[in-house]
């Protein structure tokens, strides 16, 4: 069936390295995909997107690759700061209103 | 612009008591959307609203119902809560009516059923 998944449910980094936080998906007829960051308390927050039509996205300090062989998403956050702790969610979308969400990664960053 | 609001933040119920979730987007997006999630799982659909005036069941619409009362606004309505219905709820809005687009949440409501 349909799922968003990830690989791991933490992850920890010290601060100013870089972190990867990965996704798999099932869907092969999904043909966009988003990355949202939740903080403690708070509602999920856009970060950046991808569209199946590409394999790589840059935003400021974040960057999302896809690869859609292995039904891979993942999201690389350079110079990772305290700011950044917070769950990290992908989500995938094949068309119409129905976006389907990964369970999300807790990151923490070690000062 | 405020962005997406939701009311109450948090709310206690007991069990068979009803209660209406608000939300109000201040961004002229015409489909909105209401989530809960829960420990471990991601967010999963309630309903949505592709445009003002219509409805649709998401993936988990059983004991809730939902009013598209303008443009703006969108509210959840548990008409019998059940212990089943304590999670945190998120409303969302996008601006395209149809077709994949971001997604903007409001801050969530905490609901507890005892």
């Not at chain 1, 969400?101 to 990151?107: E, I, P, V």
């Not at chain 2, 206690?12 to 999630?37: F, I, P």
Request: aromatic content about 10%.
């Amino acid at each position: 069936g349909e799922s968003v998944g990830l690989h791991l449910p933490t992850l920890s980094v010290q601060e100013g390295d870089n972190s990867i936080i990965n996704c798999a998906y099932s869907n092969s007829a999904s043909d966009y995909f988003i990355w949202y960051k939740q903080e403690s308390g708070k509602g999920p927050q856009f970060i950046i997107d991808i569209r199946s039509n590409m394999d790589k996205r840059q935003g400021q300090r974040v960057t999302v690759l896809l690869n859609k062989t292995v039904k891979h998403l993942s999201l690389q956050i350079a110079a990772t700061q305290p700011g950044d702790s917070a769950v990290y969610f992908c989500a995938e979308n094949k068309g119409g209103f129905k976006t389907i969400f990964g369970a999300g990664t807790r990151l923490f960053v070690k000062a | 612009n405020a962005g997406v609001t939701q009311t109450p933040k948090f709310q206690v119920l007991k069990t068979g008591q009803s209660m209406t979730l608000q939300c109000a987007q201040d961004m002229n997006h015409n489909s909105m959307y209401w989530y809960r999630q829960d420990p471990g799982m991601g967010l999963r659909l309630i309903y949505y609203s592709a445009s003002e005036g219509t409805t649709d069941k998401g993936e988990v619409p059983n004991g809730y119902n939902v009013s598209r009362l303008n443009k703006r606004e969108f509210s959840l309505r548990l008409e019998s809560a059940a212990p089943s219905q304590t999670s945190v709820y998120f409303c969302a809005s996008t601006r395209l009516a149809g077709g994949p687009d971001t997604q903007y949440f409001g801050p969530g409501t905490r609901l507890t059923v005892l």
